[in-house]
């Protein structure tokens, strides 16, 4: 049975992102990433074992983020028109943290990433709008635009890894000089797994509501 109220939503969470002067580099193989960067396991407050590690990280060159998913039977199926069916990583931010805002502004941003559907069936990213929102932000892509998302993935038969860079241009409002803390929320969904989500669920409105998301503070 589920539980009506799920543990995480008695919380406001807050967690230092971690500052890296040299980022990880973006191949796809994770070179770089530590037990620093993993965000926090959020799912074992409902005593969910998550079932791939995700990292992150800052500077001043934007946003990085990887995972990590094994255990694969299905073949990959990701498609960035419909991005939200299959296997994909997203990443919600709010550059203004505005945490009683139900209905996201211009600082609010949908980022997705998939670790292969691109060219050449290569890994693709980009972003979305956040349904209901007061203001949008502009899109962007890894594969048009003069300021692309960086994407890396590699594939195997019972595993793939995937890590992105979202540089400062693609950040609506990204100044962490003024503003170190930030709305972040991601949720990885794999066909094998199901879904790992960082705070709440679906059936909560994370994908319309930041005040849902976690804060994160860019702490050098």
């Not at 998302?149 to 100044?175: M, R, W, Y």
Request: hydrophobic content about 35%.
């Amino acid at each position: 049975m589920n539980q009506l109220i799920p543990n995480r939503l008695l919380f406001d969470f807050e967690f230092p992102l971690r500052y890296r002067k040299k980022a990880p580099p973006i191949d796809g193989e994770l070179t770089g990433w530590t037990d620093k960067d993993l965000l926090p396991p959020l799912d074992l407050l409902e005593d969910h074992e998550p079932f791939a590690p995700v990292w992150a990280c800052w500077n001043e060159t934007g946003l990085f983020i990887a995972c990590r998913v094994e255990g694969k039977q299905k073949p990959l199926r990701c498609d960035p028109k419909v991005f939200w069916k299959g296997d994909n990583l997203r990443l919600c931010t709010d550059m203004r943290d505005a945490r009683k805002n139900k209905r996201a502004t211009r600082y609010c941003q949908q980022f997705f990433f998939l670790p292969t559907g691109g060219k050449g069936n290569a890994a693709v990213a980009g972003s979305a709008n956040i349904l209901r929102a007061r203001e949008g932000a502009p899109l962007h892509s890894s594969e048009r635009g003069v300021h692309r998302i960086k994407v890396a993935s590699s594939v195997v038969s019972d595993q793939f890894t995937l890590e992105a860079h979202i540089p400062t241009a693609c950040l609506a409002g990204f100044d962490p000089d003024e503003h170190d803390r930030i709305g972040f929320y991601y949720i990885l969904e794999d066909r094998d797994h199901g879904q790992q989500f960082f705070t709440v669920d679906d059936e909560l409105n994370w994908h319309i509501d930041p005040s849902t998301w976690a804060t994160a503070v860019l702490a050098r």
